[in-house]
């Protein structure tokens, strides 16, 4: 047990008795020899641990030590201030969402609104009307007017995610919505003006795909101001067991149960994996390893083949 204030209160009685009777009969050397122990003891600190929990590394609510990582963050502060597109190019589960969100949160817009949407996720006979709207009667099931993403973001920031996705018809409207600053809404007879940042990210080579005439030139070139390349978690050194810090307890709280202990057995091996699923990947395992064990994750809490390496 560690000295609390009990202790040092019996310690300072128990000191004083010793010294009057050390005193009294002479027994110096005694008393000397107490005192020595204590402090001996004393210096060797409590029994018990202290538990400090150490900063992660990281910023704009990214994780990240690794140089690649800096190297975005660096990216992020100077691009952040302006205006101009940024495009965002990185693997599934990499966290473009997160870096578009860092450079908005840190730019001048940050009180206006941040409106994401995956390009890759909404039907294309549906993505018209997502991003510019619609009117009422201007398509079945259209019962009311309804502003569409780029209305709704109107003072801040855009965030076009897996624009690769976004079919060539689209690809133009965007084109013409960049360049005008204004909207029509689907029915629309007018024109609505809109002041709009756009943050777009894919996975995807668009340079290649303009190659391949499946992504306009012209908008490439507009969106691809400012490139921000996100390293894949199997780049980025010792990050894995940063993040693995930075989840791990949050999610066992997420979960309903207490955090268990990480053998260091377990922890090599998550770190030695090559995360094709990067930092999403990661995550799901964490969940998943939480979820079979006890109050300790070992190797057999993990993916087989991950346990393998």
């Given at each position: 047990m560690s000295r609390g204030e009990g202790d040092v209160g019996d310690l300072e009685r128990r000191a004083r008795a010793l010294a009057a009777d050390a005193v009294a009969a002479g027994r110096g050397d005694e008393l000397r020899a107490w005192i020595d122990e204590s402090l001996a003891e004393g210096a060797s600190g409590p029994s018990e641990p202290v538990k400090v929990k150490q900063p992660i590394p990281g910023r704009f609510g990214m994780v990240g030590d690794s140089p690649p990582m800096h190297a975005v963050f660096d990216l992020i502060e100077r691009v952040a201030p302006s205006d101009v597109p940024v495009l965002v190019h990185g693997e599934t589960g990499t966290g473009k969402e997160l870096v578009a969100k860092a450079i908005h949160d840190n730019s001048k817009r940050a009180k206006k609104p941040f409106v994401a949407v995956n390009c890759a996720a909404v039907p294309p006979n549906l993505l018209e009307s997502e991003l510019f709207g619609h009117v009422r009667g201007s398509f079945t099931g259209a019962v009311a007017d309804r502003p569409g993403h780029f209305v709704s973001a109107d003072g801040g920031t855009l965030f076009l995610d897996e624009i690769g996705d976004m079919p060539l018809d689209m690809q133009a409207k965007l084109l013409r919505t960049l360049q005008e600053g204004e909207v029509r809404a689907v029915g629309a007879s007018r024109t609505r003006k809109v002041?709009?940042?756009?943050?777009?990210?894919?996975?995807?080579?668009?340079?290649?795909?303009?190659?391949?005439?499946?992504?306009?030139?012209?908008?490439?070139?507009?969106?691809?101001?400012?490139?921000?390349?996100?390293?894949?978690?199997?780049?980025?050194?010792?990050?894995?067991?940063?993040?693995?810090?930075?989840?791990?307890?949050?999610?066992?709280?997420?979960?309903g149960k207490p955090e268990p202990v990480l053998s260091p057995e377990a922890m090599d091996a998550l770190s030695a994996w090559s995360w094709p699923g990067n930092v999403r990947e990661l995550e799901n395992e964490l969940r998943r390893a939480i979820a079979l064990s006890g109050d300790r994750v070992g190797l057999e809490d993990l993916t087989p083949a991950l346990a393998r390496g």
């Open positions: 002041d709009v940042r756009i943050v777009a990210a894919s996975h995807r080579d668009l340079a290649a795909m303009c190659a391949e005439g499946t992504f306009r030139e012209d908008l490439y070139f507009r969106l691809h101001v400012i490139r921000i390349e996100l390293p894949p978690l199997r780049d980025r050194g010792g990050d894995v067991a940063l993040i693995v810090r930075a989840l791990f307890a949050g999610l066992a709280r997420e979960m």
